[in-house]
């Protein structure tokens, strides 16, 4: 089955090397897709498309679009390469994190880098990351390894690296989570949408 074959979830390894759980992840569940072994996945490909939808944030109405954006039309469909691209450019939506920024920022140019992890922790709360849930000191370890190179103070774009890298974080570590808990039937079931639930504190 799929979830036999996935990596079993290690937060801390996922931190560490975050393109290569990403890639054995994602590789597994499109191997599983690409029944004819060409190497490309229909643009109309059902499981595909729920993949996406339910691994970033890419809405519905946008999701044509930004498969062909990332896709070759010569070939019909999206490799693993730009199945990954993907996921890991919208794992976040950019005017979410610009939004955040403005809210946490005093002259709308840095964030101290203090403020920047309860703004990122604020935007998990939200679920805009996802659905993965952490504990205090996950959090933290997830922080700290993000913001490693994070000065006193923070701008604009290295905030929106900040957020994405959390985000593709908590995606993964939710995709994976379900795959080794064996919360699928078969590939399809992997990437449905979890029970809608309110917000943490609603």
Wanted: aromatic residues 8%.
């Amino acid at each position: 089955s799929v979830a036999a074959a996935l990596p079993e979830f290690d937060l801390r390894r996922v931190v560490r090397d975050l393109e290569g759980f990403e890639r054995l992840a994602y590789g597994e569940a499109f191997a599983s897709m690409d029944t004819q072994r060409t190497g490309f996945l229909p643009f109309d490909a059902d499981c595909m498309r729920a993949l996406v939808l339910q691994n970033s944030a890419v809405n519905e109405g946008e999701l044509d679009v930004e498969l062909l954006k990332v896709g070759s039309l010569d070939e019909g469909g999206l490799s693993l390469s730009s199945l990954l691209q993907l996921l890991r450019d919208h794992a976040v939506a950019e005017t979410v994190a610009i939004e955040e920024f403005l809210s946490a920022s005093r002259d709308g140019v840095v964030v101290p880098a203090t403020e920047c992890r309860t703004a990122l922790l604020s935007l998990a709360y939200q679920q805009r990351f996802g659905f993965a849930e952490f504990t205090q000191e996950q959090w933290d370890l997830i922080f700290d390894v993000v913001m490693l190179d994070a000065g006193p103070l923070v701008q604009l774009e290295a905030w929106i690296a900040y957020c994405q890298s959390v985000a593709r974080i908590c995606r993964l570590a939710r995709f994976l989570s379900r795959a080794n808990a064996g919360a699928v039937d078969g590939p399809a079931a992997l990437w449905a949408s979890p029970p809608a639930r309110p917000p943490p504190g609603g």
